[in-house]
């Protein structure tokens, strides 16, 4: 069964640096997602990203925040400089637009951030 | 905005059936979902269902849904150890932006 892919599974970096947390969504999706979930709070939603652009994003989603869709495959998360709170899990997302909506998640990067 | 409320936590022993409850706000939503989640695990797709439907059975699972009262919730029959994990609610809303709840921890004693 097709699945959306994630790496990578745990990273651990300095406040203010930069990260790339890559996904690859089903290949046949077209809408595509990046969640968070602090540790114990609920997932939250952070962009959604259609046609080479943003769809939607959350309050959360600053200007520290940016995504892209580099070639056919790839959907990548990159915060700029990153701050302690910025320490969760990171959920990727696709879904396939015929039929039910029904968003496939990827298994998370787990950021640390020291 | 929209919010998906849910209890924290549930204790069952195994072979009992598990109910866990969830309330929402945004009555535009299309379609409801239950995501499970494994310590340390992704999030695995349950169920759905759709806003127009009462009830979706599907094997050990039962999702019932009151629009009115916007109360969704999940039945699982004859609970077992390894459906030991956090449940969560959710709504879509925007570009089948996902609202969650803040999970059920469901815990199943031998």
């Known amino acids: 069964e097709p699945e959306v892919t994630q790496t990578p599974s745990h990273q651990v970096t300095q406040m203010g640096q930069e990260v790339i947390l890559r996904c690859v969504p089903i290949?046949?999706?077209?809408?595509f997602y990046w969640y968070r979930q602090i540790l114990g709070q609920k997932v939250e939603f952070l962009v959604s990203?259609?046609?080479?652009?943003?769809?939607?994003k959350s309050e959360i989603f600053d200007d520290q925040f940016s995504v892209e869709r580099p070639d056919g495959s790839n959907f990548t998360l990159k915060i700029r400089s990153t701050k302690l709170e910025d320490s969760a899990m990171y959920f990727c997302?696709?879904?396939?637009?015929?039929?039910?909506?029904?968003?496939?998640f990827g298994p998370g990067t787990r950021l640390l951030v020291l | 905005g929209e919010d998906v409320e849910q209890s924290l936590f549930l204790s069952v022993r195994e072979g009992d059936s598990s109910v866990i409850n969830c309330t929402y706000t945004?009555?535009?939503?299309?379609?409801l979902y239950w995501y499970k989640q494994e310590p340390g695990a992704g999030l695995q797709l349950l169920t759905y269902i759709f806003s127009n439907m009462d009830m979706k059975q599907d094997q050990r699972l039962t999702v019932l849904l009151n629009k009115k009262d916007k109360h969704l919730s999940l039945r699982i029959a004859d609970t077992q150890t390894g459906d030991s994990a956090i449940y969560f609610c959710?709504?879509?809303?925007?570009?089948?932006?996902?609202?969650f709840g803040k999970g059920t921890m469901l815990l199943v004693s031998p």
């Open positions: 290949s046949n999706h077209l809408y």
């Open positions: 990203f259609y046609n080479n652009e943003i769809s939607e």
């Open positions: 997302a696709s879904i396939v637009l015929a039929g039910i909506e029904t968003q496939y």
């Open positions: 945004d009555s535009s939503s299309t379609y």
């Open positions: 959710a709504e879509n809303s925007g570009y089948s932006t996902l609202t």
